[in-house]
């Protein structure tokens, strides 16, 4: 709630500024996603280029503007009327001005949270007193999350081996031509570390929550990740995503989850991908809507047996509108839509849920989240050279590990957690995922009150069927 007051104001601010009486142009300046403006009065936080979408009337109005304004033309969506395009901080104001442009878009990042969170989890529980089918102790191992976001540093010591090698097995960089526009293609960048690439972050640290490895920091803190066994696959879409580039991410999945390494890497180097991470989505929520690329993705990865996993978002609310993450609403068995759970730093199984954690709609479930996870004051990998991990509360081993909160940090819980189910009962659907963890959370009394849910149980419109328990989804699952 902090988070919005305080891009409002600034919003305000920036409009002020803007509307200066020298302003040649007769047309009123399109208007500016709050975001974005928010991003464009702290010109410290702006990387040289930042990415725009340009709305138009058309598409040759949003094009000419892009022109007029001096960006640079990345993409295009020719049915709606946008041009995607990256520039410095004046042309993005130009384009503001140019006849035809409607609205200025910016490419949200999403916000990015570990320590007591295992344990309110049940996760480390889990991991101590149960196994897999392979007979091992339940930390994922043998499972493959493909998590998109803005990148991922291989290199962290959080992904470290044992053996030296990479939890990450697989990086990939979705790069989308400027010059055929639209077209993105995933390039394997082997060790480089694609956050840095991206001046980001959050993927670090949302890679971290998955999977991070047991390590003991210097100065005796523990950390892990929420499947320290699971094998990561990291497709970066850059710190600032943008819809096209994710369900690019997506549909890479769907065409390479059983083999995700190529088919000459066995199964033991890199296991077929089961469950993906989504800690993105439009702020302010918005309308399922089943038509879209990234509903289709999804339901197609449902029906080959892969898990899709959404952060509710950071929007909080109060139940009299959705504003839950659009597509973690689709009613598919196996797409899991997260909120945010506090623990209160404890590891508390009767905390809170997170204010920011975004609510659906009184009274229609299915905008409702499936259940919560932890997703505030998450300790994770973090590069103190990055833009969010500056941001974050109490860094740790000269910036290596920060705290940060989000929804972006509970749905990698989740994504973990799946892992886990996935190495209990390898065969399980993605429905079965599903039913498993909803029918087995626990229902903590505190914000909304809890109402039938027609699919099974009973549910609230912030937090879900409750929060996680590890414990009893791997014994339900089996
Ligand atoms: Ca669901």
């Not at 020719?78 to 490419?107: D, F, H, M, W």
């Not at 978002?313 to 009299?320: E, H, I, M, Q």
């Not at 209160?344 to 905390?351: K, P, S, V, Y």
Request: neutral net charge.
């Amino acid at each position: 709630m902090r988070k919005t007051l305080s891009a409002v104001a600034i919003t305000a601010l920036l409009t002020a500024a803007l509307v200066a009486p020298n302003q040649a142009v007769a047309t009123t300046p399109a208007p500016i996603q709050p975001w974005l403006a928010a991003q464009l009065s702290k010109p410290s936080l702006l990387t040289p280029r930042t990415t725009v979408l340009v709305h138009g009337n058309d598409l040759a109005a949003a094009r000419n503007a892009v022109k007029a304004s001096g960006l640079r033309l990345l993409s295009t969506y020719a049915k709606i009327g946008v041009a995607v395009a990256e520039g410095s901080r004046s042309q993005i104001l130009a384009a503001r001005n140019q006849p035809g442009v409607t609205y200025l878009e910016g490419n949200q990042p999403i916000d990015i949270h570990l320590g007591t969170s295992h344990q309110a989890t049940r996760g480390k529980e889990a991991i101590a007193t149960r196994t897999g089918a392979d007979g091992k102790a339940l930390d994922g191992r043998g499972v493959g999350v493909a998590v998109i976001d803005s990148g991922v540093d291989p290199g962290h010591p959080f992904f470290r081996n044992a053996d030296g090698s990479s939890a990450v097995v697989r990086n990939l960089k979705i790069v989308c031509d400027p010059l055929t526009e639209a077209t993105c293609l995933p390039l394997d960048a082997g060790a480089v570390d694609t956050d840095l690439l991206a001046v980001g972050g959050h993927g670090t640290h949302v890679n971290g929550i998955v999977a991070g490895r047991n390590v003991t920091l210097s100065d005796g803190t523990k950390l892990q990740g929420a499947a320290p066994g699971a094998s990561l696959v990291s497709i970066s879409v850059g710190a600032v995503l943008l819809i096209v580039g994710a369900d690019a991410a997506l549909n890479w999945v769907l065409e390479n989850h059983a083999a995700p390494c190529g088919t000459g890497v066995p199964a033991s180097k890199c296991p077929p991908i089961k469950v993906t991470n989504n800690s993105y989505g439009p702020v302010g929520g918005g309308a399922f809507d089943p038509n879209s690329a990234t509903v289709k993705l999804q339901r197609a990865l449902a029906a080959e047996g892969v898990v899709t996993v959404w952060a509710a978002g950071n929007d909080g609310g109060d139940g009299s509108t959705a504003l839950t993450n659009p597509s973690g609403q689709d009613p598919t068995g196996g797409i899991l839509s997260v909120a945010s759970y506090y623990d209160q730093a404890t590891g508390t199984r009767d905390g809170q849920v997170s204010s920011f954690s975004s609510r659906g709609k009184n009274g229609s479930v299915g905008t409702y989240p499936d259940l919560a996870a932890p997703g505030e004051d998450i300790t994770s990998s973090c590069r103190i050279y990055l833009p969010v991990c500056t941001t974050g509360l109490a860094p740790l081993e000269l910036g290596d590990y920060n705290t940060i909160s989000g929804t972006s940090m509970a749905a990698p819980h989740i994504a973990g957690i799946v892992a886990q189910l996935f190495q209990a009962n390898p065969s399980a659907t993605p429905a079965q995922v599903e039913t498993a963890l909803v029918s087995t959370a626990h229902q903590f009394t505190n914000g909304a009150p809890y109402q039938p849910d027609p699919r099974g149980g009973s549910t609230s419109y912030d937090k879900g069927h409750g929060l996680v328990d590890v414990v009893a989804a791997s014994d339900a699952v089996r």
